[in-house]
């Protein structure tokens, strides 16, 4: 027998007698404790199922149907908004550097730091 | 001793189902959880810990993780007794490398204070269960894995590969490394803890 099996025979005796030990007993307190805990977490009746469909997650997310539903309205009404500013400035507006010509002149590169790492 | 993993009459549940359960809020399936996986949670950290309170802290933080992650449990793909058992051990895992001392030879171990016949005994058998406690938190997870399903469960090569959802020759080799790593983290400990002439 190796010097390296004998080695292992040792760790095999030890493991051998811990894991023959007599288990451990929980307290009853223990076990009330436990118990609290899952009631405390335990969502209610009829709850949480335990896969949501990716689009019921979403919608939950957003707060359901309803808010859906106030969110598409609110979409309509500031694309309606939208159109008519248009029609009052012109659609020439948007590509006319008007935009450009602010941002150059009152805030400049430095209001995101570019021109210290051009330097 | 041993106790399998899945040791419960065939006729109940699986933990699975009554975690599905427990999810849509069934108490029944809470009770039944509670009663089924804290013993063995508790029983798994008082043979890694060795002290009441730190397991029980444990036992209760694991059982704590399942009730949380209840909601997104995925059916089929891990069996809870596993998660937990896993849970468990990375929680002592944790607690042993954080503890200040290394492992403990018996003259180590503070006099018994119990005059008793056996008293003797125990306190070996502490030294032993702390010095192999100590040694298995130095080991990589998988590798503790399957010493610990191997030696503290009975579980089979089998059995360990499905568990750890890696080959049985993986097994094979991840408990020949584990048990090798023990010696060497153990290395000078043997007549210490009554191995040796």
Not at chain 2, 58 to 87: C, F, N, S
């Amino acid at each position: 027998m190796t010097d390296r099996q004998d080695k292992v025979n040792w760790v095999d005796a030890l493991l051998d007698d811990v894991s023959g030990a007599a288990p451990a007993d929980p307290s009853g307190d223990l076990m009330a404790r436990v118990l609290a805990d899952a009631e405390a977490a335990m969502p209610a009746p009829g709850g949480a199922p335990v896969r949501e469909g990716l689009l019921r997650q979403v919608l939950a997310g957003l707060g359901g149907w309803l808010s859906v539903g106030g969110l598409v309205a609110a979409t309509a009404v500031g694309f309606a908004v939208g159109l008519g500013a248009l029609s009052t400035v012109g659609l020439d507006a948007l590509w006319q550097g008007e935009y450009g010509a602010y941002y150059d002149d009152t805030l400049g590169f430095s209001v995101n730091g570019w021109d210290f790492e051009e330097g | 001793m041993t106790m399998p993993l899945d040791a419960h009459a065939t006729d109940e549940p699986d933990e699975a189902a009554l975690l599905a359960r427990y999810a849509r809020g069934d108490a029944a399936a809470a009770r039944a959880l509670t009663l089924r996986l804290t013993p063995r949670a508790y029983a798994q950290a008082m043979r890694l810990l060795g002290d009441r309170a730190e397991a029980e802290d444990v036992a209760q933080d694991a059982m704590m993780r399942l009730w949380k992650i209840a909601p997104d449990w995925r059916a089929g793909e891990a069996k809870v007794t596993t998660w937990l058992y896993r849970v468990v051990a990375n929680l002592c895992t944790d607690r042993l490398r954080r503890r200040p001392r290394g492992p403990l030879a018996l003259d180590e171990v503070a006099e018994p204070t119990d005059p008793a016949p056996g008293a003797e005994e125990r306190l070996q058998a502490e030294a032993r269960r702390a010095a192999l406690a100590a040694a298995l938190a130095t080991l990589p997870e998988r590798q503790r894995m399957a010493v610990m399903l191997r030696h503290f469960e009975g579980a089979t090569n089998p059995e360990i590969a499905e568990r750890l959802g890696v080959s049985v020759e993986a097994v094979e080799s991840l408990t020949a490394r584990g048990k090798r790593a023990l010696a060497a983290a153990l290395k000078g400990q043997a007549a210490a803890l009554g191995y040796e002439g």
